[in-house]
Every structure is written in C-alpha cells, then in structure tokens.
C-alpha cells in the first residue's frame, strides 16, 4: 500500500532545479532508501515530505505529494500536524539540553498539551521501550540526554519522534556520525520499526542500503533514475546510471 | 574510478579463461589417448589434474577476496558469482577427462571392442560446447551461451546410441565383451556429463549477462 506518493513533483532553490518530475510510490511499513551522489536531490526530496525545504528563502514546489491521499503541498495542509505525522532523524544526533525524560515529552506538551504526569510517564516508558534504550536508561530518566554516547542520542531522537506517534520516518545520514557496532544496532532498530511506521533513508552508504531497505531509488541530478526492489537494484539495476553509481563507475 | 578493482577483475577473468584451456586441453588428450591407445597420454591427463585443483582454490580464493575487500554490486556481483560457479564447472569437467583417462587405463592393453566412431563424435560436441561456454563466459555472450545449452540434446542422443549399441549388440550377446564395453559406456557417461556440466556454465553466463534465471526454466532460453 503506497503511503507517499509524488507526482510530476519539482522543485527550485531559486533558480537552481532540484528536483525534475519524480514519479514515486512509498509503501507503509517498508524501509525505503534514497541513493545518489551528493548534490542530487535525495535529502530535498526527503525533506519535501514533512515540508522542511519551506523553511529554505526562495524554494519553490510544483506538483504532488500525496500522503495517505491527501496532498501536503495543498493551501490547506496543517504543517504542524503533518511534522507530527511525519517526522525527521538527522545526520547528527541532536537532543534538546535536557534530561532524557524531557526530550521524550517534549512533543506531548507542545502537540497535545497539558497531560498528566502518569500518562506522560507512560509515553516515556513506552517510547524508550520502542527504540530498545528502556533497560538502559530506565534508572536515569532524568540524567542530561547530552552525556549519552552518540548512538543513545541518535536512539533517543527517534523515541522522542515515536512519543508523538508519526505515521512516517525519515532519516537522513542518521548513522553517519555513527561506529559500525552503533551502526548495526540503529538498523536492527530500522527493521523492528518497520512494522509500525513507513520509513524512508537517504544514505551514501550503499551497504547500509542493500542491507536494511526494501525499496530503493536511485536520484541522479534531480530525476528519480530508477526505483524498485532492493534485491533488484543491487543485482540487476535496469539503468545504465544505476549500474555504474553503484558499481563505483559514475564520475 | 574502480581502476584497481577493474584490473583485479581482468586477472580473475585471465585466470578462468586458464582454467578452461586447461579443462578444453584434458578432453581433448584423454580422447586422443583413447584413440591411440595411447598409455603415457592418459596418465599425463591424470597427472596434471593437480594443477587445475590449485587453480581452482586460487580463483576462488580471488573471488572471495574481492567480494570480501570490494563488496560488488549489480553486474560486478553477477560478474563474480558467476565465475565462481564456472570455476568449481571446469574443475568438474577436467575430473571427468581424468575419468575419461583412467578408463583407457583400463582399455590401453585390451583388443579393441569396436572401431570408434560415436565416442570421437561425442567428445567433439563436448569440445565445442565447452569452448563455447568458454567464449561466451569471456565475451558475455549470451546467444552463444544459449547455443551451449540447446546443443546438449544432441550430445545426449549420442550418448543413448552408443549406449544402447553396447549394451545390446555386445553386452548382451556375449557377457565376456563386458570388461572392455563398460569402460567404452563410461568414457560416453563421462562425455555426457561434460556436456551438462557446460550446460550450467552457459546458463550462469546468461544470468550475468541478463540477470535473468534460466537454469531450471527451460522455457525462458
């Protein structure tokens, strides 16, 4: 079942084209993972989904984007629930400076509101149980989340996201600043939640996107150059420009 | 880019382009020893079987090594699984010739059975067709590889027929013949068996070069 799809979708920093008519379909509870060489548009195309480029002075955006049918680039959209819906993991863990029980709540005061201390600690509890840092942190809740290892604060990031139950994940780079010990243990957690959310990855690592997607596309100069099963890409790419990015040949 | 790894894959594909001359060149002497009675020919077949063995463990262990260092993708993968399987094929193929050479072992100091007439004409189809399978795998050719595989009917037939005339007009007839007509039966076995063994070179070839699967799916050749 597609979750996000896009149609003839394009978009402009300014002048610049980065994005040319992507044609795409995302499925509910499947990794999709987005490659390409820097500069082709895959992290714009990520972050079209939860409208983050708005915040960027002169982009401008033509086409669809259908989420759950319903089109987020329309006048009407409700950005704060749509970043509710949709929510973002970055390059590099970024918690807020606080303890780690007030980076989990912190989306509850703000979406939902005043909610009473047991709920929230509820929240909490199942959040971290969600991101498998339960056992670990259970004892020290109110601990500063900055004195977590990087791996903990990537991890945490994600709980704080599930906390406000988004439909959708998008992660760009998030195990680049990462080990691969952490590394292997952020897509062991990226296959558990699959079951419960659409995610979608943009990385630079092709490993990482043979091993832990479903679907991959490949973006090249703002064109979606291909898109299709991930055992497919990586055995038996259709296009010329896939084999050769992913053979190491592009360039 | 990928220069190295390219010239990494060169002399991988070098290396089994060896290891096929090889398996080409010991059907080739085991048949000529056969028709010559030719003593130190077999034994020469069975002695340079070693050397096909270490070729084999180096070609793999290349191949492993470059997936390992490399881990290659879309046609490089394809490129690398298939010439692992063609690798452990051709040292089949050449531990057939060496059954091929034990069996005139047993045939060199007997009167000969029958004039040989199928046997030579089998073992030029096996000849071919590994050949074949060779250049396809070399060149990535796909429609030679298809010609590989629709071949090997032909190669069966002939092998029935020099079965059932063994069996039938000798065996049968007169028991005695038997200990010089089974090894004749076997050597066209051991052809045959080449012959399937090419087979699956051919139809790994297809998968690299097409990534389509035709093993087992004799309707998509």
Redesign the interface.
Known sequence: MSKITTKNLNLWYGSFQALKDVNSSFQANKITAIIGPSGCGKSTLLRTFNRMNDLIDGVRTKGEILIDNEDILSQQADLVSLRKKVGMVFQRPNPFPLSIYENIVFGQKIHVGRVNRNALDGIVENSLKSVLLWEELRDKLNTPALRLSLEQKQRLCIARLIAVKPDVLLMDEPCSTLDPQATAKIEELMRELKNNYSIIIVTHNMQQAARVSDDTGFMLLGELIEFARTEDIFTKPRDKRTEDYITGRYG | ??RH?DDELKELHKEILQMGVMAQEAIYKSIEALKNRDKALAEDVINADTKIDRLELIIDERCVDLIARH????????FLTTGMKVNAELERIADLAVDIAQRVLELVDKPLLKPLIDIPKLSVIAQKMVRDAIDSFVNRDAELARKVVLSDPEADKLRNIVQDELINDYMAKDPKTASRAVPLLLIARHLERICDHTTNIAEDVIYMVE?KVVKHHPEEI
């Open positions: 880019m990928q790894f881990q290659p993708m879309a046609g490089d993968l394809r990534a």
